[in-house]
């Protein structure tokens, strides 16, 4: 399942939980796993420079298939020489396929066989998204890992509703396949199924065959309690390739991090980072801080006493407070910084204690910190 642009090296499996640490080899380099990736919509992080996304450890960044087709257009971004220079990014990407947009845009959209139509959110033009129109697309934004087409549903779907959902998305992945040629473009399929395990297992099924260079869970974190779905990975973990990196779609808080490696995924990414900083909130060792809160004032002290990333080292609670409360951007630039390198660090710590046999400790400590900040 390699070839001379991918492969995958799972270094080490923790006997009791699952829990994996590996090393994904890329044309634009390698990941270490398991790994967080911050979300580049727009083809940027927001509020966030390159450099500064280096200095914190960011190995990989995701850009939106959707998006970037409406603004500024994929064909632009071909011209420019690919998403990697376009953006300025030497680092490996991975670019989505646009089926979650079309999930969220739900009351813009008619979903048949044959692909999407829907009306644009920008201009209120008609689109028609295939499989072999997304493949385009990703093809000329360039990615180095790129999605199949498919269709998320929602949580709450009969299990009629999602069979169908499900069975689309097969055939969906077929077209996707068909067209892809560029072997320097890792494509992934994505295990669909809502949350009926019996789907969920058709999806695998039919997933597998199409498996290369590595696998995606999608349609969680949609709404369902985390109970839900921790459950539902619990149920795939054993029946997932243990041979490339499994990826869980659009999570991304501390705590479902924590719980997705503890049940053997490999990659996961989510703009919660960057947006709950734009919203003057913290993400720390200690738990969420939400620096606009009166108590933070006159707090002296560095947003998390654990952190060393450009924002703990320099600004006070009180000074961000300040930035949050008068709306200047500083404040959500900092916060953006900070979270992503928290998140980043926790990955490392995880991947750590994975390679050095204390994963169950390390998840013990981390618990223990967040309760503790819970009960101040």
């Known amino acids: 399942m390699n070839n001379e642009y991918f492969s995958f090296e799972l270094q080490k499996t923790d006997p009791e939980t699952g829990a994996r640490a590996g090393v994904f080899h890329t044309p634009h380099g390698?990941?270490?796993?398991p790994v967080y990736m911050p979300v580049g919509t727009q083809a940027t992080v927001k509020g966030v420079l390159p450099d500064r996304l280096k200095e914190i450890g960011t190995q990989i960044l995701l850009a939106n298939t959707y998006?970037?087709?409406?603004?500024?257009?994929?064909?632009?971004?071909?011209?420019?020489?690919?998403?990697?220079?376009?953006?300025?990014?030497?680092?490996?990407?991975?670019?989505?396929?646009?089926?979650?947009q079309v999930f969220s845009l739900s009351s813009l959209n008619n979903i048949t066989d044959e692909g999407v139509k829907f009306s644009s959110h920008v201009d209120g033009s008609k689109h028609l998204f295939t499989p072999e129109l997304a493949m385009e697309i990703e093809h000329n934004l360039g990615a180095d890992i790129i999605m199949a087409f498919d269709q998320c549903s929602e949580y709450g779907y009969t299990h009629e509703q999602a069979k169908a959902a499900t069975e689309r998305t097969a055939r969906w992945f077929e077209r996707c396949y068909a067209v892809h040629d560029r072997p320097e473009q890792a494509l992934f399929p994505i295990v669909q199924g809502n949350f009926y395990e019996d789907l969920r297992e058709e999806s695998l099924g039919r997933c597998l065959p199409f498996v290369k260079h590595g696998i995606a869970v999608g349609g969680l974190s949609v709404g369902e309690p985390k109970a839900r779905m921790y459950e539902l990975l619990d149920f795939l973990q054993p029946r997932l390739p243990t041979d490339v990196p499994r990826y869980l779609m659009g999570v991304g808080s501390p705590d479902c991090l924590v719980e997705?490696?503890?049940?053997?995924?490999?990659?996961?990414?989510?703009?919660?980072?960057?947006?709950?900083?734009?919203?003057?909130?913290a993400l720390t060792s200690r738990g969420k801080v939400v620096v606009r809160n009166g108590k933070y004032k006159e707090d002296f002290s560095p947003l998390d006493p654990d952190c060393n990333c450009y924002c703990c080292r320099n600004y006070t609670k009180a000074y961000l407070r300040h930035l949050v409360n008068v709306g200047e951007m500083t404040g959500a630039i900092l916060l953006s910084v900070h979270n992503i390198a928290y998140l980043h660090s926790l990955m490392r710590g995880?991947?750590?204690?994975?390679?050095?046999g204390y994963v169950r400790d390390f998840v013990r400590e981390f618990y223990r910190k967040q309760d503790l900040a819970a009960e101040k």
Do not use: Q, Y
């Open 30 to 33: 390698d990941i270490e796993t």
């Open 67 to 100: 998006h970037l087709r409406m603004r500024p257009g994929d064909g632009l971004v071909a011209r420019a020489g690919g998403l990697h220079k376009f953006m300025n990014w030497d680092r490996p990407i991975l670019t989505d396929s646009g089926g979650f």
């Open 350 to 356: 995880l991947r750590e204690s994975i390679l050095g």
């Open 260 to 281: 997705g490696v503890l049940r053997g995924i490999d990659m996961f990414d989510c703009v919660l980072a960057t947006r709950v900083a734009r919203n003057g909130t």
